[in-house]
């Protein structure tokens, strides 16, 4: 079934998913860590097959960071990034990068803002030099806040309003939160973003981007002794922000106590389908372990062929073409935990979501698998052979882990915390986290054919062309 | 059929060769196969490209996602094992095996580890050799199929896929799904299947490329275990084919806010000699970085679009020179003047010294650094041989793109590029805009 993955199906739906994959880091041997004067703190992974290097910054601050009102400041600053400082002209620094042969983007997330830029090795410093300049330099003008915003709103045209799965899961994130900033998106509200301006992009900016908010992650072919004295001379001279936020206190959940559903109609849905979400304990520093059962719990219920939802609802009643769960376990905050499931021909939402409900409870019933339990471990034990092989993506798991509350000895722990869970701990993490009191149900469907607007789209199928 | 399209990019990207720090090894085993190897003993997992010329282009008339559908379900049953007994199979090995379906080729990535490297191999031999096709296997892999085949009817941008392939290929192959439409998919049969299977996975069309913890020794006993018993041949492959584009604007309306246009006219063969130029070229027209032209005038100067690109569509059987941009259906015709004028003022007046020297930077300075791991290795090598690329050509590569001078990438600019051959196919409800014809 691998073509047919959700990708295809659910494409948005899929992102979660990636999340949910085991994490897993081999050669700890391979990885060293130091904090400069400053505070900013320092990963480097060794990997000498290639001279490759990817240099990373990662910013402890992300959308939920934000104050109320400026939605998706975090991730208009990280483009305004690439505008200019006192050194470097707009778009620069790109250009730099890439007549280096090198690429480099940035990413934007609840809980962080990466930069990196991946290049020969023999060009770290380079790469130093201007990501500590553009720490504290940036240098805007009104006309880059005026353009630079029509580019955040076509992306989001791009990545939400052309798709209705994505507008779905925006409203049922925000049912999910009650008062926590993880209900409103990254990207922003469109109406905020529309106000977005250079006060507000600067205030986030002063705050936050300081080397004592950073964490600097370099990976390939370079040793710790040559990143330090390099990161000395670049990021070293750039002073603490002493004004800098002591704690990441953003607004915490409530006690929540009703279930949340909803109905979500577009036209351009094809395929309908259900998920419900539920609060779930995100893995906190030194505490890890429920947070573990429930990886493998939602590797148990929704992990590919031999995922208990897919062994029963698709092979067994032929309910469901796909179902899938996932759980995000990286978070600084309460994360979820969801399970989804996309009806066979002729089966409607509501018995999807009936069988759904009635397998969680046979699960609950009749326990773990032992033979599916020890699968998963040795496929996470595996995992961390495989994961040697891109050490781009073991850069992301430290600069990802350490902005979202882990220490490195946690990222470290991990591998093994997963293999010690037992069925017993999965079952009770479980009981725990599937409540519906918790949870947000949503259905993504067409509206009836009834409506005559309906009609008209039925009849004239949607890729004939006009002439 | 935009994800194809893109992935004939991808391809294109990685298998352009170039002087890095790899030792390939040629392989020919005991039963006449050939594969390229790179050992890399570090880590102990293998990573193994297998590739089969011909893909979804092979199937017969009438049986429209064939070979898509035949793919799909290689994983769901072979031997004595049905779809659930195989996965827990190869969970318990910890393998990993994917089969893909595309325009030129069926592809099967396969990573495993060194520990039960017999075991797993012994397995993915069976999906290869012995699949078993089951009828309940096969119409659960059709419902999903179809449930795709439906979604993408409602995506803009596969909508604008299809428009435009339609348009450039007619009823060649390329010219539509390969996934099939709803009618063929849902009348296709086990035989049917079992014909696409003999048709596109044959020794006669196969390329394989190796790397990781295994010896040349290991991987020609390997191989000759794992596809010996593979028919010889398979189907004929299909026809060349000139893209049928006209200049124009073709509007396929879509209610949806942002609109998708894909756009192109003729492009450049791989094996012609303006083929280097002609990559350099794209690199400082619309290559994908944030300094390419069209990224200055439509994303930076403007704000008109998140993402502006322009690509060389390398197929076995056609080639096109391609571009996409999305942009709100008020602004999409803003969008699609500056890069107009952008072809054209390219083809009028070339790029600058300093542009080429810019490109060939960076095309020079990243090759290498594609090298970085086994499985990225292993497609790069594999791509390689698929392109008819000698075994000592990365060590040439970036001579050849130092060796363009700028009268040649002028040149091909003046040759390829038009701007009044260009075909615009716009999916949405674009403002000021309609089809020309």
Partial sequence: ?467 | MIRILLATLVSLALTLPARAGVDIQEVKTPGGLTAWLVEEHSIPFTALEIWFRGGTSLDRPGKRGAVNLMTATLEEGAGEMDALAFTRAKEELAASFSYDAGDDTVSVSAKFLTENRDEAVALLRETLVSPRFDQEAIDRVRSQVLSIIRSDAKDPNDIAGRAFESRAFGDHPYGTDSNGTVDSVSSLTRGDILQAHADAMARDRIYIGAVGDITPEELATLLDDLLGDLPETGAPLPRDIEPALTGGTTVVPFDTPQSVALFGHAGVDRESDDFFAAYLLNTILGGGGFESRLMTEVREKRGLTYGVYSFLVDKDHADLWMGQVQSANNRVADAIEVIRAQWAEISENGVTAEELEAAKKYLTGAYPLRFDGNGRIANIITGMQIEGMPLDYPATRNDRVEAVTLDQVNDVARRYLDPDALRFVVVGQPEGLSSTD
């Fill in chain 1, 1 to 467: 079934m691998s073509l047919f993955s959700p990708a295809r199906i659910l494409k948005t739906v899929l992102a979660l998913l990636l999340l949910a994959a085991p994490s897993a880091q081999a050669a700890e041997d391979l990885v060293t860590d130091f904090t400069l004067g400053n505070g900013m703190q320092v990963v480097v992974i060794e990997d000498h097959r290639a001279p490759v290097v990817v240099h990373m910054v990662w910013y402890r601050a992300g959308a939920a960071d934000e104050t109320p009102g400026v939605s998706g400041v975090a991730h208009f600053l990280e483009h305004l990034l690439f505008k200019g400082t006192d050194d470097l002209a707009p778009g620069e620094l790109s250009k730099t990068v890439a007549e280096n042969g090198g690429t480099d983007n940035a990413f934007t997330s609840h809980d962080y803002t990466g930069y990196y830029q991946r290049v020969a090795a023999d060009r770290l410093g380079l790469m130093m030099s201007m990501e500590a300049d553009r720490m504290r330099n940036i240098r805007l003008t009104e006309t880059d806040i005026l353009t630079e915003r029509e580019v955040i709103i076509e992306e989001r045209n791009q990545r939400v309003e052309n798709s209705p799965q994505s507008l779905f899961r925006e409203q049922a994130m925000a049912a999910q939160y009650l008062n926590h900033r993880y209900g409103v998106p990254v990207i922003g509200w469109r109406h905020e973003m529309e106000q977005l301006g250079l006060d507000d992009a600067m205030d986030y900016y002063r705050t936050f981007y300081a080397p004592n908010n950073a964490i600097l992650v370099v990976a390939g072919d370079v040793t710790p002794d040559e990143v330090r004295t390099l990161a000395e001379e670049h990021y070293g001279p750039i002073p603490a922000n002493p004004e800098l936020p002591e704690e990441r206190d953003r607004p915490a959940e409530p006690r929540q106590t009703a279930e949340r559903r909803l109905v979500f109609e577009d036209p351009r849905v094809a395929q309908p389908y259900v998920s419900r979400s539920y609060l779930a304990p995100e893995r906190d520093p030194g505490d890890q372990k429920t947070a573990a059962a429930l990886v493998i719990l939602a590797d148990i219920l929704g992990g590919g062929q031999t995922g208990y939802l897919t062994e029963k609802l698709t092979f067994e009643q032929k309910k469901a073409v796909y179902t899938s769960a996932w759980y995000r376990g990286q978070s600084l905050d309460d994360t979820t935990f969801g399970v989804y499931v996309v009806p066979a021909e002729g089966v409607s939402l509501e018995e999807a979501e009936r069988a759904m409900d009635e397998t969680l409870d046979r699960f609950l019933d009749e326990g773990v698998d032992e033979a599916q339990l020890e699968r998963i471990k040795m496929q996470i034990r595996a995992g961390q052979v495989y994961a040697r092989d891109n050490v781009e993506s073991m850069a992301r798991r430290y600069g990802s882990g350490l902005t979202q509350g882990l220490t490195i000895e946690d990222i470290q722990a991990w591998p093994d915390i997963l293999q010690e869970v037992t069925e017993a701990d999965i079952l009770t993490a479980a009981r725990e986290v599937l409540d519906r009191d918790r949870a947000v149900t949503g259905y993504l469907r067409a509206p009836a054919r009834d409506e005559p607007s309906a009609d008209a789209n039925e009849t004239q199928p949607a890729n004939e062309v006009s002439q």
